[in-house]
């Protein structure tokens, strides 16, 4: 099958020349007219919606309003029912593994084995993601978020907020670009969520993106840059945070969702 030609993710040498024509923003997330459906129900409709590098984005909407099918379907953990994917310029109809490796996926579920050891855990992911220094680089997440005596324990010993700790140092072990997150901010205690924050400054000090789930407003205020509202799987709003107060989001937020 012939590689196509990828979408206007990719990043474009600036040409002078043509300097009236529209210039390309690297993009890390761009999707277009994506839909899915499960067994004829349509949870995503024709959703448009870019994500600059570098930039944060919070997806808010009701239960149920397809946030969590949306963040699978960049992960590459769903398929998009039609519609494309590209991620940092990658095609995800062509491109899946690589684009894997420039994801770091935090949700509900941890992604870890648990009839395996904490590190057993992260030396498997390393392998998968061919991460240089592997047991080195999980030592020292480990430490990031605090379970470096916990190492050698099995998943299935661990607290529910322990094993979200691990899943974090799994998501930032091979140095993703772009950090998917449903629903960060549960189940973690006050420290855990100042890790939380921690370890999301440095992520976008590097350069990183993200774009993450919440059903609380104050949060996706104080952690992105452009809110996005889903509602009955369509993008019904979508605005800068920096020009939105508290006020007007609640505001919004109850016109478009019911
Ligand atoms: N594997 C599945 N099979 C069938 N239906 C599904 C599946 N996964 C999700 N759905 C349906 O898709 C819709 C959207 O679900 P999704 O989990 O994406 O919502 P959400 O916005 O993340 O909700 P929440 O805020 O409760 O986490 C729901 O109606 C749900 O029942």
Known sequence: ????????????????????????????????????????????????????????????????????????????????????????????????????????????????????????????????????????RAMMLLQRVGMERRSNERIRALSRGQVQRVAWARALLHAPSLLLLDEPDTGLDQNGNQLVQALLDEHTARGGSMLFTTHNLERALSWSDRIVILAGGRVVYQHETASLTHEELVQRYQEVVR
């Open 1 to 136: 099958m012939s590689r196509p030609v990828k979408g206007t993710a990719a990043v474009q040498p600036l040409d002078l020349a043509a300097s009236d024509e529209k210039t390309t923003v690297a993009m890390a997330i761009e999707l277009s007219h994506l839909k899915k459906s499960y067994a004829l129900k349509p949870v995503l409709r024709n959703i448009d919606l870019v994500l600059p590098r570098g930039q944060r984005l919070a997806l808010l909407g009701a239960n149920g309003a397809g946030k969590t099918t949306l963040l699978r379907i960049l992960a590459g953990l769903s398929k998009a029912g039609s519609g494309t994917v590209f991620i940092e310029g990658l095609d995800s109809r062509y491109e899946l593994q690589e684009i894997r490796r420039q994801i770091g996926f935090v949700a509900h579920q941890p992604y870890l084995y648990e009839e395996l050891t904490v590190l057993e855990n992260l030396l498997f992911f390393g392998q998968l993601y061919a991460v240089a220094q592997t047991r080195e």
